[in-house]
């Protein structure tokens, strides 16, 4: 059973930083497709950023492209969301999700329409102004 747990939301005024972890049991690297999302009350789920076969390649929103940044740690079954530059709009639960894909369009794909399998319980990240 593939679970997911998300830890490091918080609160942080605008400008600061945050980094979300996702410990990941039960799975294995290959081919796999791992993505950040969040959800702000009132609005959908957003596919944030996203990482195919431990970095072969990367996704991001464009709200988020040179701020957040996407990575892994296999030796310690955990995925992180290196979160700079904070803003008010980045305020949202914030969501791990896997998925087992064959190439990065795919996971592409999947992070863009939040086509995952597992997910995590979520954290939280409220950004003040």
């Known amino acids: 059973q593939v679970q997911l747990v998300e830890s490091g939301g918080g609160s942080v005024q605008a400008g600061g930083s945050l980094r979300l972890s996702c410990a990941i049991f039960?799975?294995?690297?290959?081919?796999?497709?791992m993505g950040w999302f969040r959800q702000a009350p009132g609005k959908e789920r957003e596919g944030v950023a996203a990482?195919?076969?431990?970095?072969?390649?990367?996704y991001y929103t464009d709200s988020v492209k040179g701020r957040f940044t996407i990575s892994q740690d296999n030796a310690k079954n955990t995925l992180y969301l290196q979160m700079n530059s904070l803003k008010p709009e980045d305020t949202a639960m914030y969501y791990c999700?896997?998925?087992?894909?064959?190439?990065?369009?795919?996971?592409?794909?999947?992070?863009?329409?939040?086509?995952?399998?597992?997910w995590g319980q979520g954290t939280q990240v409220t950004v003040s102004s």
């Open positions: 999700a896997a998925e087992y894909l064959g190439s990065g369009t795919e996971c592409y794909i999947a992070v863009t329409t939040a086509n995952f399998r597992y």
């Open positions: 039960a799975y294995t690297y290959s081919n796999a497709c």
């Open positions: 990482i195919y076969h431990g970095g072969y390649s990367t």
